[in-house]
Each structure stands twice: as C-alpha cells, then as structure tokens.
C-alpha cells in the first residue's frame, strides 16, 4: 500500500487551512493583554492538523472517468463512496462503511492517543475491476500507482480495486488508506514513511468485514512477523535506525525490502510496549502540535539507545531473536 503524499505536498502547502490560521484569528479577538495576565509564551502551541478536503473536484473526477457506468454515489460514514459495483454488492458496501469508516475516528484516536481536528471528510472510490484501477493509476504520473489502493490526503481521495479481493483485504486497506487521511488532520504535514505507514498499519491490521479486532499481540500481523524474522535470521533485515532515517525517494527501495514490515511491527512495539508506549504517544502528541521545530528525537523521547531498541524489538518478534545477530543491521 503506497500513498503519494510527497507528490502533492505542494497542494498541501497552497490549501491554507489550517490550525495556524484559526488560531491566529483567535488571538486577534482577544483583549490585549495585560500585565497581570499570563505570559505568551505559556500559550500551547496549535495543533498541526490541517483540513481534508471532502474530495477535490477535478481528482475524482479523474478517478470516476475510469469507472463503467452507471456510477453509483452515496454516504460511507462521513466519507463518500463512489462505485460501478452491480446493486448486488451494495450491501456489502453498506455493510464495509459500518463496520470501518463509521467507528474509524474512535479507533484512530483510541490507538494512536492524538486528536484529530477539522471534520472527517474524502471521497471513497471502488474500482470493481484491478485493470481499471491499475489504467486510472498509470493515468496521470502524479498518482503513487499502487497495488491494493492508495489514498491522496490533500485531494481528500482514497482509490481501492475491490472486484477479486476478499472483503477481509478491503477492509484492512481501507482502514489503512482512511488512516492516511486522518494523518493530515492530525499532524498537518508529511510524516516520515516509516511513521506513516507504521501508523496506518496499526489501525488497519485488525480491520475485518466484522469491524476493529483488539489491539494487541500479533493479531493480524502475523504473517508479515514471520517474514520479518526471517529477514533477521538470514541478517538481510537492516536496522530500525535505518529505517527511520529514510524518506520517501529511499523507503521500500531494492529488490529485497522489509521496510513496511519493520513500520508495521516497530509502531505497533512502540504502541503496545508496557514501558515504551507512554513515551511515544508524547512524542506523537508532540508531532501533533506546531512550534515543535526541530522535531523532537524519537530515541531520546523513548529514552532509550538504538541497540537497546533493536534487541527488545527483536525479542518481541520472538524470544531470544534479538541475541541472534547483529544489532546494529547491514547499513546504520
Ligand atoms: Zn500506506
């Protein structure tokens, strides 16, 4: 699941609203103040978040040019759906936006343990067939391409195939995909990919046609914890510092790459770890505000080394993994 924030972060940037902004108007209303009031500097930073747009005109309209007709368009949620789905799989659809996208913003919250601002707002468009998903995909280089769908936070778009694909992989990609949309409204800006997509990962994983399943353990992950292992024993796994140096031009490059793996499992350690989860949801908490320039060091927010880290996350995975090898990964 790829998501192309970095190719519209310059929309990003032009749509101008944000937390900034209000909260200056809100400053301009106040009385000046005085002596006997509180200094500036006690004022809590803004949050970040900045609005979705509830489904830029001209993106859907590009994406929608690639459904068959009749289009179908109705409320998912607080979100809108668009699909070319025959009537008979409405009710799957009806059934898909109650158990996902309508307790998506408690879930979101609940997990993560930061506020999002600005209402919920995108439009969802179901392709019924891979090839046209892949044809809309390809249309426009703009676009991330993708195999299981992707989602444009500053369009307000998440585009999914859905026609072959078991309604458990749907769900999941679409609380994936409605995760990145709630990124913006978070933390307003790009976060670094292994964040992004480990945090998206943390509310999609245990998402089903059913709805949310516990947070907790390996619950739904346990194929890819498998295959991370692996990647440890046979010492082609690189290191977490590694991994939350890359930006977007380097993340999930090569012919070998763990990198949605390890974002996967290293959020959820840092989420669900007895000790390390308090810390990381101020770091997160952190992110969610602006003023907070540099942006706070995750290690030293966790207290904690990298080879600490890398052997209570690999013992995690699986007990005694992290005295199995090098802590250090191939390229720190
Ligand atoms: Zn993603």
Not at 7 to 17: F, H, R
Request: charged share 25%; proline share 9%.
């Amino acid at each position: 699941m790829i998501v192309a924030l970095a190719a519209v972060a310059g929309i990003a940037t032009l749509a101008g609203c944000d937390g900034r902004e209000r909260a200056g108007a809100r400053e301009a209303a106040r009385p000046a103040p005085s002596r006997e009031r509180p200094r500036l500097e006690s004022t809590p930073p803004p949050p970040a978040g900045r609005a979705v747009s509830p489904g830029d005109p001209r993106a859907v309209a590009a994406a929608q040019a690639f459904l068959r007709d009749p289009v179908q368009r109705e409320a998912c949620g607080p979100y809108a759906l668009i699909t070319e789905s025959a009537a008979a799989r409405r009710a799957e659809w009806v059934s898909l936006c109650a158990a996902i996208a309508e307790p998506f913003e408690a879930e979101y919250r609940r997990r993560l343990g930061v506020p999002l601002h600005h209402p919920p707002a995108g439009t969802i468009v179901l392709f019924s067939e891979r090839s046209r998903f892949r044809a809309y995909a390809a249309s426009d280089p703009a676009l991330p391409g993708g195999y299981a769908g992707f989602s444009l936070a500053a369009w307000g778009l998440v585009a999914l195939p859905v026609g072959d694909i078991a309604a458990e992989e749907i769900a999941r990609t679409l609380a994936h995909e409605l995760a990145h949309l709630a990124h913006r409204r978070a933390f307003g800006v790009e976060l670094p990919p292994w964040l992004a997509e480990g945090l998206a990962d943390a509310v999609g994983d245990s998402a089903g046609p059913a709805g949310f399943a516990p947070f907790e353990g390996f619950a739904g992950v346990e194929g890819i914890r498998r295959r991370l292992v692996l990647g440890y024993r046979s010492g082609r796994a690189d290191s977490l510092e590694r991994l939350v140096s890359l930006d977007r031009d380097r993340f999930d490059r090569g012919t070998v790459s763990y990198d949605y793996e390890q974002s996967a499992l290293f959020a959820r350690f840092l989420l669900l770890d007895t000790r390390l989860a308090p810390r990381f949801r101020d770091w997160l908490a952190a992110q969610a505000l602006r003023g907070e320039s540099p942006t706070p060091n995750l290690r030293t927010s966790l207290a904690s080394d990298w080879p600490e880290l890398e052997r209570r996350f690999r013992d995690w995975l699986e007990p005694g993994l992290g005295a199995g090898g090098p802590l250090e990964g191939r390229n720190p």
